[in-house]
T-cell receptor, first 115, second 112 residues
């Protein structure tokens, strides 16, 4: 099966600019996650979707971050305006359902550098 | 909420030596435990998981981890490492209705 696809792989922007990341999960996976991985740290959940609905966005900085999954398949994550501390790898993951014993399948991530 | 502590940020070992990567968790409810591996410029890949049953779980490439409830640990071990095992390893825990929480990672470097 095809894995989780993310684009772009790398992005460099200046602070206060906007940026968007795209994710296409594994076919049939109802649950989609966006994680932020800052250098030297483990991934931190930003938002979780179940189909096209938000399950958990408690750790999403909503003043600058937004995400959508309109048709319940692919998803976009946007940052506007970006800050220096947003420099990180943004990982998308998917799983077949919300069951807590389901492992996550990760994409290769988008490395964002904010200068 | 649950949390995960990986006790070593870096572990250098020589090829064919044994290795143990330590992971401790905290949770007030039953947990599911995972180890993920991340190679440079790639996403995380599931290495092994403990859901229930036997406390010793194994991966296809020779790693194993043992769930120890009394010590709240899930250490990862391999009796003989290869150069290709060089990567970042993340321990993760899921409990109750909470999201998956990851440790800070352990960078394993295997030297010839």
């Amino acid at each position: 099966e095809a894995g989780v696809a993310q684009s772009p792989r790398y992005k460099i922007i200046e602070k206060r600019q906007s940026v968007a990341f795209w994710c296409n999960p594994i076919s049939g996976h109802a649950t989609l996650y966006w994680y932020q991985q800052i250098l030297g740290q483990g991934p931190k959940l930003l938002i979780q979707f179940q189909n096209n609905g938000v399950v958990d966005d408690s750790q999403l900085p909503k003043d600058r971050f937004s995400a959508e999954r309109l048709k319940g398949v692919d998803s976009t994550l946007k940052i506007q305006p970006a800050k220096l501390e947003d420099s990180a790898v943004y990982l998308c993951a998917s799983s077949p359902g919300r069951s807590h014993n389901s492992p996550l399948h990760f994409g290769n991530g988008t490395r964002l550098t904010v200068t | 909420a649950q949390s995960v502590t990986q006790l070593d940020s870096q572990v250098p070992v020589f090829e064919e030596a044994p290795v143990e990567l330590r992971c401790n968790y905290s949770s007030s409810v039953s947990v599911y435990l995972f180890w993920y591996v991340q190679y440079p410029n790639q996403g995380l890949q599931l290495l092994l998981k403990y859901l229930s049953g036997s406390t010793l779980v194994e991966s296809i490439n020779g790693f194993e981890a043992e769930f120890n409830k009394s010590q709240t640990s899930f250490h990862l071990r391999k009796p003989s490492v290869h150069i290709s095992d060089t990567a970042e390893y993340f321990c993760a825990v899921r409990a109750g209705n909470n999201d998956m929480r990851f440790g800070a990672g352990t960078r394993l470097t295997v030297k010839p």
